[in-house]
């Protein structure tokens, strides 16, 4: 399928957005993934991260988890999406309506992760990867990838829009694809976001 002119400016847009969003782990701030074998993080890494996620003083919002990661340097899927979502749900080569930023988590039992996905649609209910449109993008902070995952490898490629991923990033692609997943909300919870103007408003 070739892609047209809108689709692929819609495209590269997101691939700059979700450059700039992972920028914060791998260029300004380094935060550890706990859960990452190759992080090398320590038991007090560790200890930190249960610490200020159990803390009864804090908020729990998309800025707490902002700040507790940066403070501490380290988080986990959760803290480090919730990230990615800030940066991107007020990007502007994101644009709101046509876009949709949604920060997601797995929802079959057996595998626990939280993600953002871009795309064209919102996400309602129930997902699976296969039923979104070609411009999809997903985000991952913890493993700090990003890719379109309706975009065949090659046509990827030609474009300039492939991003080869590591074991790491490749299993937890898999994952991501094999299982269903939510938009936070709903029966995960309201979860606070960053509007562009630094508004908080709950997604």
């Known amino acids: 399928m070739a892609l047209g002119v809108v689709q692929l400016e819609i495209l590269k847009k997101r691939k700059r957005a979700a450059k700039s969003a992972l920028r914060f782990f791998k260029d300004i701030k380094s935060v550890k993934s706990t859960n990452n074998p190759f992080a090398f993080t320590t038991d007090e890494d560790d200890n930190n991260l249960g610490w200020y996620r159990n803390d009864p003083n804090t908020d729990n919002s998309i800025v707490q988890s902002f700040e507790d990661a940066a403070w501490f340097g380290v988080g986990n899927c ?15 080569m994101i644009p709101a309506p046509t876009s949709n930023v949604a920060l997601c988590s797995s929802y079959d039992f057996g595998y626990d992760h939280v993600f953002v996905v871009v795309a064209d649609v919102a996400i309602t209910g129930r997902s699976k990867l296969n039923a979104l449109p070609i411009t999809t993008m997903i985000v991952d902070g913890w493993t700090e990838d990003w890719y379109f995952p309706q975009l065949p490898w090659t046509q990827a490629k030609y474009y300039g829009l492939g991003n080869t991923p590591n074991p790491r990033q490749l299993y937890v692609r898999t994952q991501i694809a094999r299982h269903a997943f939510a938009r936070k909300g709903g029966v995960y919870g309201a979860v606070p976001g960053i509007g562009p103007q630094g508004v908080v408003f709950n997604t």
Request: glycine share 14%.
């Open 78 to 92: 959760e803290e480090k999406g919730r990230i990615c979502y800030a940066s991107l749900v007020g990007n502007p």
